[in-house]
């Protein structure tokens, strides 16, 4: 019987989706093939910088010893890899955000966006993330109040997920097109692979 039939595919076709969901996107094809970053070709490279004359500090050390980042304050309130900006070096991060929102809106003909920092799995699915980052995703026990019990949130580790999800199942009409969306959002990850020096300052926060 046909209900039979459609019982016996739905397994299948689940197992035939995480397959697919599984495969890596295409690369260019002048993207080269190779085992680690040394493999990568450079295309261009700038004049090294002159070296100083005295032993330059790293971002944190400057950044702790003008009292203007508090790593010890974002442990405390948040765990490792959370950090506590103030001061002018706050008010930098503002403005440095409203100058790049300002810039795209004014200059460069994008539309400015508001969206939402907990979406549904098959959002991120729709750019990649899952099921590959799973590990680095925070999630929701349950979905939105009034939805099923089991349907987790996730919160977003980029704009760009709701922002190309806007379009997700649609057909655009070519006088839609280019479609420049921009929008400043935290960024939630859980950074769970990386170490050593790639997780020191304001690197790799979570």
């Given amino acids: ?38 493999d990568n070709r450079v295309l261009r490279s700038d004049p090294e910088p ?15 010893a003008l009292g203007l980042m508090d790593f010890a304050a974002g442990a405390k309130l948040g765990g490792s890899r959370f950090s506590v900006l103030k001061g002018p070096l706050a008010r930098l991060h503002r403005a440095i955000s409203q100058y790049m929102l300002d810039t795209h809106t004014r200059k460069n003909g994008y539309t400015e966006t508001w969206v939402p920092y907990l979406v549904r799995g098959e959002v991120l699915q729709g750019t990649g993330q899952l099921p590959k980052f799973e590990e680095d995703l925070y999630k929701t026990a349950t979905g ?53 020096k790639d997780v020191k300052g304001l690197i790799r926060q979570h």
Wanted: net charge negative; proline share 10%; glycine share 6%.
């Fill in 144 to 196: 939105a109040a009034g939805e099923e019990a089991a349907l987790p949130l996730y919160l977003i580790p980029t704009s760009e997920v709701p922002l190309t999800n806007l379009v997700r199942e649609s057909i655009l009409d070519e006088a839609q097109l280019p479609m420049k969306l921009t929008a400043l959002t935290p960024c939630f990850r859980q950074e769970a692979g990386s170490y050593g």
């Fill in 1 to 38: 019987s046909l209900p039979a039939k459609e019982a016996e595919l739905a397994p299948l076709d689940a197992e035939l989706r995480d397959i697919l969901l599984g495969l890596p996107h295409f690369h260019h094809e002048s993207v080269p093939v190779g085992k680690s970053e040394a």
């Fill in 50 to 64: 002159a070296a100083p004359a005295f032993a330059p500090k790293d971002h944190a050390a400057l950044g702790e």
